[in-house]
């Protein structure tokens, strides 16, 4: 079956440092790959998205690009805020089959003045 | 625009006891959604719907009922809750198409 690998965190950091997060998948298909964050307290919401092989998704100043020959689709940021501490899930789902989301196990973001 | 509302955001519960769980949303949406949130574990998907009337099993349905009556509203209950049922529980909605999925704020249920 699918699933999603994210590295393990926490992850933290001082205030404009380079972010990466790693995330590899496992698909029998071809997905639709997407990262959601959930603010502390928060329900998830979507930071990011790519539907196809070498698409880019950017947001907020997030990126990441899906990258199908290393089954991959890092989360990167050039400048973290202490505003982007939060827990970040990467995901995947397929059109037509109800957009059921496979998530990561999610990585918890720390980001100190 | 309230989005995805879940009803109630806390509860606790004594093992053996029934509950019901509401999810209301108000985009029009096709297509709902429950999952559970664990430690370690990301979000699991507990049941779905496609549309009023119908509902599906996700990765772990076991001990969990759902109803879909109206298209906005998507119950999920609890017959006999077990202290494994003991999570935090997100409802989602999306149109069709591999479109964003809007969560709601999530129920933090203990079960003791």
């Known amino acids: 079956g699918d699933s999603v690998t994210q590295m393990e965190g926490p992850v933290t950091l001082s205030e404009e440092a380079f972010l990466t997060i790693n995330c590899t998948y496992t698909a029998t298909g071809y997905p639709s790959l997407f990262w959601y964050v959930q603010y502390p307290g928060e329900g998830l919401q979507l930071l990011l998205k790519?539907?196809?092989?070498?698409d880019k998704g950017s947001n907020k100043g997030f990126e990441a690009t899906y990258r199908k020959e290393t089954t991959s689709f890092h989360l990167e940021k050039g400048s973290v805020q202490v505003s982007d501490s939060a827990v970040y899930f990467c995901a995947l789902s397929y059109t037509g089959t109800a957009s059921k989301l496979t998530f990561g196990t999610g990585t918890r973001l720390q980001v100190t003045l | 625009n309230a989005g995805v509302t879940q009803t109630p955001k806390f509860r606790v519960l004594k093992t053996g006891q029934s509950m019901t769980l509401l999810c209301a949303q108000d985009m029009n949406h096709e297509y709902m959604y429950w999952y559970r949130q664990d430690p370690g574990m990301g979000l699991r998907l507990i049941h779905y719907?496609?549309?009023?009337?119908?509902?599906a099993k996700g990765e772990v349905p076991d001990g969990y009922n759902v109803s879909r009556l109206k298209k906005q509203n998507f119950l999920l209950g609890l017959e006999s809750a077990a202290p494994s049922q003991t999570s935090v529980y997100f409802c989602?909605?999306?149109?069709?198409?591999?479109?964003?999925?809007?969560f709601g704020q999530g129920t933090r249920l203990t079960v003791v």
């Open positions: 719907s496609v549309g009023e009337g119908t509902t």
């Open positions: 989602a909605s999306s149109r069709p198409a591999n479109t964003e999925a809007f």
């Open positions: 790519a539907t196809k092989a070498d």
